[in-house]
């Protein structure tokens, strides 16, 4: 008895487990989009901060990864599209681009790209690489995000990563732990390790 192993061309991302077409590349933006915006609801308040915890970035980074920097982007620059035009789905069911916590969105468009890119490059084939990713990928949404919320909402910088990071970190951290676990599992899974 053997065990038939199909082999990827270096840089396959996870979504590129499924037959390639225009619909599954199609199906997958939308999917990662709402992915976003369904994540984007699960929201809780911080004290004293505009910006709430979400599942959002987690979702951001996990759709980047998993289908890699173009679709990663289209699926995230959807979202921030749709949620531009009126449909709430930001962060407690908000949208517009005018609020507090735009810049994350911003951000996270940002973050899917770069992370998408790095595992085309297999940086989420193992525990440590794919923790060093999500790190990267939590520092560009508040590169973005933090300074907007000090521009949009007159603080300074000091008191917008007051606000906008430093309530975030264990959260993030977690949010790594789970994607340190979930994405190299998923390959080891299929039988692909990088």
Known sequence: MS???????????????????????????????????????????VPGSPVPVTGQTFAALLVGTAFGARRGFLALALYALVGMAG??????????????SFGYVLGMLLAATVVGALARRGADRSVARTAGTMVLGSALIYAVGVPYLALSTGMSFGAAVAAGLTPFLLGDALKAALAMGALPAAWKLVGRRG
Do not use: E, M, N
């Open 3 to 45: 065990t038939a192993s199909v082999s990827f061309r270096p840089g396959a991302v996870l979504a590129d487990l499924l037959p390639a077409s225009r619909v599954r590349d199609i199906a997958l933006v939308v999917g990662g989009a709402a992915l976003t915006g369904i994540a984007a609801q699960i929201a809780v308040p």
């Open 87 to 100: 449909v709430p789905w930001f962060a407690g069911g908000t949208s517009g681009a005018g609020g507090a």
